[in-house]
């Protein structure tokens, strides 16, 4: 199910050029985190194949195709084409927005969608758990999995709203706090744990696949767990691939004797 049909608050769309001249730069040796912040499309390539460009954004493409055991150079081919239909949309290019746009973004849009769908997927997986429990053993474990994601999920979002970023809009005004670094850090330890948990209900799921017995409630939980993790994909590699790497170069300056 798409973000659309689940009511995710849809993004700022803009023309996509028919070549990006940064996709032209790019190598085995760049960072998928790079490639899928100058190009979101090609984000869509990388989760086909299963890589995770968000928490592993700072790992080359080359090693990410090499886990895979996929070709890196025909990889790479594929990403600096997608998206190259003339009439083709693609994200708002959020390394040109202001830090203040692309923090109320990811308000609006991801934290937003996520409020209102963990109540109820909540409650999907935890019926799922009491009908099915007995023939599908495993389930237990995959509802303990989300809930710990529920769980470092809801407190991390009231920690960057009330916390970070507006830490971080004071370090756009020259005015940091103290603790910026930590900050940060803490930020991207978090969204490392949340990538493991991430990783961990796709494999205990067998990718989101339903088994052949499974009802219309266990397909919506299964569908409700693919629709979470590729809004946290998109969402940790906004703050991960852009957010973090711009508030650390402005933080350098700011430090700078």
Same mark, same amino acid.
């Given at each position: 199910?798409?973000?659309?049909?689940?009511?995710?608050?849809?993004?700022?769309?803009?023309?996509?050029?028919?070549?990006?001249?940064?996709s032209l $730069?790019?190598?085995?040796?760049?960072? %998928?985190?790079?490639?899928?912040?100058?190009?979101?499309?090609?984000?869509?390539?990388?989760?086909? *194949?299963?890589?995770?460009?968000?928490?592993?954004?700072?790992t080359?493409?080359?090693?990410?195709?090499?886990?895979?055991?996929?070709? #890196? $150079?025909?990889?790479?081919?594929?990403?600096? *084409?997608?998206?190259?239909?003339?009439g083709?949309?693609?994200?708002?290019?959020?390394?040109?927005?202001?830090?203040?746009?692309?923090?109320?973004?990811? %308000?609006?849009?991801?934290?937003?969608?996520?409020?209102?769908?963990?109540?109820?997927?909540?409650?999907?997986?935890?019926?799922?758990?009491?009908?099915?429990?007995?023939?599908?053993?495993?389930?237990?474990?995959?509802?303990? $999995?989300?809930?710990?994601?529920?769980?470092?999920?809801?407190?991390?979002?009231?920690?960057?709203?009330?916390? %970070?970023f507006? #830490?971080?809009?004071g370090?756009?005004?020259?005015?940091?706090p103290?603790?910026?670094?930590?900050?940060?850090?803490?930020?991207?330890?978090?969204?490392?744990?949340?990538?493991?948990? @991430?990783?961990?209900?796709?494999?205990? $799921?067998?990718?989101?696949?339903?088994?052949?017995?499974?009802?219309?409630k266990?397909?919506?939980?299964?569908?409700?767990?693919? #629709?979470?993790?590729?809004?946290?994909?998109?969402?940790?590699?906004?703050?991960?691939?852009? @957010?973090?790497?711009r508030?650390q170069?402005?933080?350098? #300056?700011?430090n700078?004797?």
């Amino acid at each position: 199910m798409s973000h659309e049909e689940q009511g995710t608050p849809s993004m700022s769309k803009s023309t996509l050029p028919i070549v990006g001249a940064s996709s032209l $730069t790019w190598s085995t040796g760049t960072s %998928i985190g790079k490639i899928v912040a100058e190009q979101p499309q090609a984000g869509r390539i990388l989760e086909l *194949v299963g890589i995770d460009y968000c928490c592993g954004g700072l790992t080359p493409l080359g090693e990410a195709a090499a886990e895979k055991n996929l070709d #890196a $150079t025909q990889l790479l081919n594929a990403l600096r *084409v997608v998206g190259n239909s003339p009439g083709e949309e693609s994200e708002r290019d959020w390394q040109q927005a202001e830090i203040s746009e692309l923090l109320e973004h990811i %308000i609006m849009t991801h934290h937003t969608w996520l409020r209102r769908e963990l109540p109820g997927l909540t409650t999907t997986s935890q019926t799922v758990l009491k009908v099915h429990g007995e023939t599908h053993p495993e389930l237990a474990e995959v509802v303990t $999995t989300f809930d710990k994601i529920r769980n470092a999920v809801l407190p991390h979002l009231d920690d960057e709203e009330q916390r %970070i970023f507006p #830490a971080l809009l004071g370090l756009v005004a020259g005015n940091p706090p103290a603790d910026m670094d930590k900050q940060l850090d803490e930020m991207r330890s978090d969204h490392d744990a949340l990538g493991a948990e @991430l990783h961990r209900l796709r494999k205990l $799921t067998r990718g989101f696949e339903p088994p052949s017995d499974a009802c219309t409630k266990y397909r919506e939980m299964l569908s409700g767990f693919s #629709a979470l993790e590729q809004d946290l994909h998109r969402h940790v590699h906004l703050e991960n691939n852009v @957010l973090l790497p711009r508030a650390q170069t402005m933080l350098a #300056a700011v430090n700078k004797p």
